[in-house]
């Protein structure tokens, strides 16, 4: 069986497939790194705001132990040192909200980005199949994620043990000295270590997130036949695109040998170049090139200027620039006027004296005024 009807995906998932699974909802995430910017995000916000809040709460508890037995008795006095206590609260605990909030945000889409799929929210019946709940939890998917557990737990336990160790006469310290200070340092130290723990997540997430970016591209591998199709319906297939290209061709030859009768000169190799030249005098301007052909388009243009009367002129370094020059429905290079301008001037006289309006003109030159560049 050829490789590419093996079925198997071998080839790097296209730019069209990883943005049609990213409207999906299919996109890189690694759960340990938004689960450690979240708890570090905790601890840096914590030892932040930490000292701010725990003063408004003393302060509001202060306060409360010490009311007065008119406050006591008047429910909205009682209120309202209620509410001046909290306001005092507020700003602390929405500061702590917002940095626990931002580490949140940045650790869920730094590998991935930030995605929001509908798709991805509506329920799928497979979700609820028994028969696919056992397969992920006995699948390979379901095998890494015990792995990570475990290491987990032999990482965080280290870390502890070794910050306990470290920190073993100081804990025992903490008796000895004087409240509140005692206190102060107790929670400075929670602190530390909840941050240290926090932080050897890290050694997880530096093997959790390159291998759900390799899984996340592994599951999106295509094979060869999916690449020739996803290109087929993209790009289009390649025979229907030949035969477009040419049908346009074959339209514009049929269009361009239409305006070959209503051409005043055919200028010509003699064997293998023609051209076809139209001035109209009244619009002004250049002359423009309405046809042009080589070998046996050449041919047939002549034909075609013969059963209609348009003059041909046999003047191959003309024909030869002017095939190489100029464009089908476009002037003519100024370079090539004053060379056109006297065969044209040429046509005109000899139109004048069929018409008994003027003597025979004299013969055209046969080297006229051609630009060595445009020489070919």
Do not use: C
């Amino acid at each position: 069986m050829a490789e590419s009807d093996s079925g198997e995906k071998t080839e790097e998932p296209t730019a069209k497939k990883l943005t049609d699974a990213r409207k999906k909802g299919q996109i890189a995430r690694s759960k340990d790194l938004g689960t450690m910017f979240v708890l570090v995000g905790s601890a840096v916000a914590m030892m932040l705001m930490g000292s701010s809040l725990v003063q408004a709460l003393s302060t509001m508890m202060k306060r409360l132990f010490t009311l007065s037995r008119q406050e006591t008795m008047d429910v909205h006095a009682l209120s309202n040192v209620v509410l001046s206590g909290a306001s005092n609260v507020v700003f602390p605990m929405l500061a702590i909200f917002f940095i626990i909030i931002l580490a949140a945000f940045i650790g869920n889409t730094m590998l991935g980005g930030m995605a929001f799929s509908w798709e991805a929210m509506a329920p799928k019946a497979n979700r609820l199949s028994p028969l696919a709940g056992f397969k992920r939890m006995f699948g390979v998917q379901a095998a890494v994620e015990l792995l990570k557990s475990i290491l987990k737990f032999f990482v965080v336990f280290f870390v502890a043990f070794t910050l306990l160790s470290g920190l073993f006469e100081q804990i025992l310290g903490l008796s000895l000295e004087a409240i509140p200070i005692n206190f102060d340092h107790a929670v400075t130290m929670l602190l530390w270590m909840f941050l240290a723990l926090a932080l050897s997540i890290g050694i997880i997430v530096a093997i959790d997130a390159p291998y759900q970016v390799w899984n996340h591209t592994r599951q999106l591998k295509m094979t060869k036949q999916e690449v020739k199709d996803e290109y087929k319906s993209t790009e289009g297939n390649p025979e229907i695109k030949g035969r477009i290209k040419q049908t346009q061709y074959e339209m514009s030859q049929r269009r361009m040998m239409s305006e070959v009768p209503n051409s005043d000169v055919v200028i010509t190799n003699p064997t293998h170049f023609s051209v076809a030249l139209k001035y109209d005098p009244n619009v002004g301007g250049a002359p423009k090139l309405v046809a042009k052909g080589l070998d046996e388009m050449a041919m047939h243009i002549r034909t075609i200027a013969k059963e209609h009367g348009v003059e041909i002129i046999q003047s191959p370094a003309l024909a030869r620039s002017l095939y190489y020059t100029a464009e089908v429905e476009q002037d003519i290079p100024e370079e090539l006027y004053a060379a056109v301008a006297q065969v044209l001037a040429f046509i005109f006289q000899l139109n004048e004296h069929k018409k008994g309006r003027g003597k025979r003109p004299t013969p055209l030159a046969k080297t006229l005024p051609i630009p060595e560049e445009f020489k070919y």
